[in-house]
């Protein structure tokens, strides 16, 4: 009875010890996207649209949070952040990069100046993207699984007074959102760069910091940037803005085949989608902030191709200064006359 007893004993403190000393079977991999932009953003919808995509494809095997608004990191810091192993996954525009990948800045060069979306695609989508994606994963050590995400063309936009032409621009202290190129067109053009990040633009406007913005139609909408004072647009097609995904390669290494195949399948969804959905936002954006007394001048072919031309006297200074290979740059300006871009 007494060895009956004591073996009860042990087999029910084993059952215990199991208990508390057994690890889950499963444990979801944590999946963290980080993005600077507002929750309405055409590029955070985005965002959301794969990580729908992704759901349906790995169910609970990834733990997928969205963190927007800057909540984790600013666009800017994500090369280090990714790098450190603070967040998985983040979109990051091209105009953030230049700093630690300089070929990021080809698009925002001064051959690109006035060039509308339709014919950046057709750049961008060949050749030309396929090696930029390749610098990116060996300089950043990160994976890029699919085509880039869309903002759309970036303009002037103003609060104290209208912006008529390029003259208008001579003296002005213009945010810009980062990016060596982006500066040194803003100076070539006559005004002072100002870099503000994207959060931090509502205060600067309503503290008086700056007075022009270099951002989109779709930016100043869904961040109500008109109620913080801005109330002319100058439509000169800085450039087409777009974000490119970045997954940290270590996390990406050691994911499965099941699961990578799934995050390149999702992407494309969301990636095409995002396309389309941003050229609609940029024109409702356009058409919402007219309605609400936003006054536009619209830039013609023909100025900003004498712009274009202009800005193209910087070029060779900034390939050198930022040391980007020439044959990018020799490659970049065939495929940009061949689309009919005047250069």
């Known amino acids: 009875m007494k060895n009956r007893r004591s073996m009860m004993l042990a087999c029910a403190a084993a059952l215990v010890a199991s208990t508390f000393s057994a690890t889950p079977v499963y444990s979801a991999e944590k999946m963290r996207i980080s993005l600077d932009t507002n929750p309405t953003h055409v590029r955070n919808r985005g965002v959301a649209l794969f990580a729908d995509q992704l759901k349906k494809r790995v169910g609970d095997k990834l733990d997928i949070e969205i963190y927007p608004s800057g909540q984790l990191f600013r666009d800017r810091d994500i090369p280090k952040a990714l790098r450190q192993g603070a967040v998985e996954m983040a979109v990051p525009g091209t105009w953030q990069l230049d700093g630690v990948a300089p070929i990021a800045a080809l698009q925002s060069m001064p051959m690109f100046y006035g060039v509308e979306g339709p014919t950046v695609h057709k750049v961008m989508d060949g050749a030309l993207g396929e090696l930029m994606n390749k610098r990116f994963e060996e300089k950043l ?106 997954i940290r390669k270590s996390w990406w290494d050691k994911q499965s085949k099941d699961i990578q195949k ?25 058409a919402n902030l007219i309605k609400a007394g936003m006054k536009a001048v619209n830039v013609s072919a023909a100025d900003r191709t004498k712009a274009r031309k202009l800005l193209m006297q910087t070029q060779p200074g900034l390939v050198d200064k930022l040391k980007i290979e020439k044959d990018v740059i020799d490659s970049a300006m065939k495929t940009l006359k061949a689309a009919g871009v005047e250069l």
């Open 262 to 286: 799934a995050i390149l399948e999702a992407w494309d969804i969301a990636a095409t989608a995002e396309r389309a959905n941003a050229a609609d936002a940029q024109a409702a954006a356009r």
């Open 141 to 246: 050590r990160v994976k890029v699984p699919g085509k880039w995400f869309d903002l759309g063309a970036q303009h002037f936009f103003a609060s104290d007074a209208a912006v008529n032409s390029y003259e208008d621009l001579k003296g002005r202290k213009i945010r810009y959102p980062g990016g060596t190129t982006n500066a040194a067109r803003m100076t070539a053009l006559g005004g002072t760069p100002i870099l503000i990040p994207f959060p931090d633009l509502p205060g600067a406007l309503n503290q008086g910091v700056v007075a022009t913005v270099a951002t989109t139609y779709e930016s100043v909408w869904t961040s109500k940037l008109h109620e913080a004072g801005l109330k002319y647009s100058f439509e000169d097609t800085q450039y087409f803005g777009q974000y490119v995904p970045m």
